[in-house]
């Protein structure tokens, strides 16, 4: 069984959110690493809310800086809507078995 690599983080009201690293990556186009996480609730549509940030993986203590850039958006919806897509497939190819 793979391990979660889960984080904590306060809200405004000081209440302990945990959240659960989906997935790391390092941009070549941006130099900057993100992290894509979600804290498993879920909006309005029963979607689970994901949310992006830029970390820097080196430091000892990870603080997580908000992206401010559409450019970088758009780069993290792109790799989000391949890995749903090879979710997909792979869903896909099981019930055809």
Same mark, same amino acid.
């Given at each position: ?9 306060? @809200?405004?009201?000081?209440?302990? !959110? ?9 941009? @070549?186009?941006?130099?900057?690493n993100y992290m894509v996480y979600t @804290?498993?609730? $879920? ?5 689970? $809310? ?9 430091? @000892? ?5 908000? !992206? ?6 758009s780069i993290i919806e792109k790799i ?18």
């Amino acid at each position: 069984m793979e391990e979660r690599m889960t984080f904590k983080v306060f @809200d405004d009201n000081g209440k302990e !959110i945990e959240c659960e690293v989906l997935f790391t990556f390092e941009s @070549d186009e941006t130099g900057k690493n993100y992290m894509v996480y979600t @804290d498993n609730t $879920k909006d309005e549509e029963g979607n689970i $809310k994901v949310y992006a940030a830029i970390y820097e993986p080196d430091k @000892d203590e990870t603080k997580l800086e908000p !992206i401010t850039s559409d450019h970088e958006w758009s780069i993290i919806e792109k790799i989000l809507e391949e890995l749903q897509e090879e979710a997909k497939k792979s869903v896909e190819e099981g019930e055809d078995e």
